[in-house]
């Protein structure tokens, strides 16, 4: 399967980072989006995104928002979304997991735990 990421954050530095990291992993298919709308309306008109990486920190609709967002939509709900986040509390976690996310990451992080990351997703995905 070809993967097509939706990075999302409303940095521009930290989609520069995860898009560098991706890069750096093999993966060059990407797009990116400034908050949760811009996601929104990028999924809408690409029907070819398969992975998504969000922030939850973002003005307008948040990170959490979308993730419920994409739940709630019937030809969204099973896109694998992996949340990079400087929200380390358990609490927060718990509502990620709670909202549906599939896995969680706490900046700042190498490329190596985002590679980890993404490759746990990609299994249960290919189960």
């Given at each position: 399967?070809?993967?097509?990421f939706l990075v999302v954050d409303d940095s521009l530095t930290m989609r520069r980072i995860v898009a560098?990291?991706?890069?750096?992993?093999?993966?060059?298919?990407?797009?990116?989006?400034?908050?949760?709308?811009?996601?929104l309306n990028k999924l809408a008109a690409d029907s070819t995104?398969?992975?998504i990486i969000t922030d939850?920190?973002?003005p307008g609709l948040s990170g959490l928002d979308l993730l419920k967002a994409i739940r709630s939509n019937e030809k969204l709900k099973k896109l694998?979304?992996?949340m990079v986040t400087t929200r380390g509390v358990k609490e927060d976690i718990v509502d990620a997991m709670t909202a549906g996310v599939n896995n969680y990451v706490i900046k700042p992080f190498t490329?190596?735990?985002?590679?980890?990351?993404?490759?746990?997703?990609l299994e249960t995905y290919n189960r």
């Open positions: 399967m070809t993967l097509k560098n990291s991706l890069k750096n992993l093999g993966y060059e298919n990407f797009v990116e989006a400034v908050d949760g709308s811009d996601a995104i398969n992975f939850w920190n973002m694998p979304v992996l490329p190596q735990v985002l590679k980890e990351k993404i490759n746990q997703i």
